[in-house]
């Protein structure tokens, strides 16, 4: 049974950091590719990162967030510096076989195989 589980998440004042983390089970993480989405309050899940073959970032995030991958323990992090109170949302990670994918294939949730549950991440101003 394959699970990725969230953690990291929490209340952090606006230009502050956080580390989220995804550790899977279940599955071996390197044959992935993983990403992470996020949904802010009444809106739709969008992208935030990608490691596949190569590494992808949503524009938004681009320059403050940082993925990366812990294979030997099966992990994918995801570094999060200067959170605006916009970055506020639940945030997921995500497994999709298609390791060899491009950004426009990373972007969409319906390419994912597995998602965990989700971590809050609640930026204050």
């Known amino acids: 049974q394959v699970q990725l589980v969230e953690s990291g998440g929490g209340l952090v004042q606006a230009g502050g950091s956080l580390r989220l983390s995804c550790a899977a089970s279940g599955l071996t993480l390197s044959n992935y590719a993983m990403g992470w989405f996020r949904q802010g309050p009444g809106k739709e899940r969008e992208f935030v990162a990608a490691?596949?073959?190569?590494?992808y970032y949503a524009d938004s995030v681009k320059g403050r967030f940082t993925i990366s991958r812990g294979n030997d323990k099966n992990t994918v992090d995801l570094q999060m510096y200067s959170l605006e109170p916009e970055d506020t949302a639940v945030y997921y990670c995500?497994?999709?076989?298609?390791?060899?994918?491009?950004?426009?294939?990373?972007?969409?949730?319906?390419?994912?195989?597995?998602w965990g549950q989700g971590t809050q991440v609640t930026v204050a101003t």
């Open positions: 490691s596949g073959r190569d590494i």
């Open positions: 995500a497994a999709t076989s298609h390791y060899f994918g491009t950004n426009t294939y990373y972007k969409w949730t319906t390419n994912y195989n597995y």
